[in-house]
T-cell receptor, first 112, second 117 residues
């Protein structure tokens, strides 16, 4: 079953602006991951943040995690047209099968 | 990074035929692979977890006789859609986790677009 809910479902911004996407989840987690999917392609792992971490950076990506609110955000700074894609959060539970549960995704469009 | 190869990337078949999709980990061993289904503009829905040398674990509501999974080696898992019908048309994606990984990231194939006429 789907655990993550992402917001917004779609986001359209101008090149150079920052894009922020949010993800909420329901159960306790071991880690939360963000993935990117270009249209008609597989997913590419972007960044992983563990439950004992609050913030993580990777290039133009910044991820935050608030376990008390069961939410995470992905910030893409200085967006580029090539960042146009769908972005999914995925959570791994502390216990149970070692599989990821994906959120609904945010479709990001960067306008040149 | 690790590479997962998925073939074919696109297949069109007649209703009633069976279609096999392959998922290979090219430079690592994967005791576990995952098969997802994705409808347009929607999220990934986990269909089953493929375990090397044992039976796959199917998610609730997924017909195991309809979607046959075989994971005969540490680098290959196959999904066979048997007696395909138009409602089976979808984007199927596999993923794998390195043997040494624990709840770590997944490596995805490029997906297979199945169209059943």
């Amino acid at each position: 079953s789907q655990q993550g809910e992402e917001d917004p479902q779609a986001l359209s911004i101008q090149e150079g602006e920052n894009a922020t996407m949010n993800c909420s989840y329901k159960t306790s987690i071991n880690n939360l991951q963000w993935y990117r999917q270009n249209s008609g392609r597989g997913l590419v792992h972007l960044i992983l943040i563990r439950s004992n971490e609050r913030e993580k950076h990777s290039g133009r990506l910044r991820v935050t995690l608030d376990t008390s609110k069961k939410s995470s955000s992905l910030l893409i700074t200085a967006s580029r047209a090539a960042d146009t894609a769908s972005y999914f959060c995925a959570t791994a539970k502390i216990q149970g099968a070692q599989k990821l549960v994906f959120g609904q995704g945010t479709r990001l469009t960067i306008n040149p | 990074g690790a590479v997962v190869s998925q073939h074919p990337s696109r297949v069109i078949c007649k209703s009633g035929t069976s279609v096999k999709i392959e998922c290979r980990s090219l430079d690592f061993q994967a005791t576990t692979m995952f098969w997802y289904r994705q409808f347009p503009k929607q999220s990934l829905m986990l269909m089953a977890t493929s375990n090397e040398g044992s039976k796959a674990t199917y998610e609730q509501g997924v017909e195991k006789d309809k979607f046959l999974i075989n994971h005969a080696s540490l680098t290959l898992s196959t999904l066979t859609v048997t007696s395909a019908h138009p409602e089976d048309s979808s984007f199927y994606i596999c993923s794998a986790r390195d043997v040494g990984g624990l709840n770590e990231k997944l490596f995805f194939g490029s997906g297979t677009q199945l169209s059943v006429l």
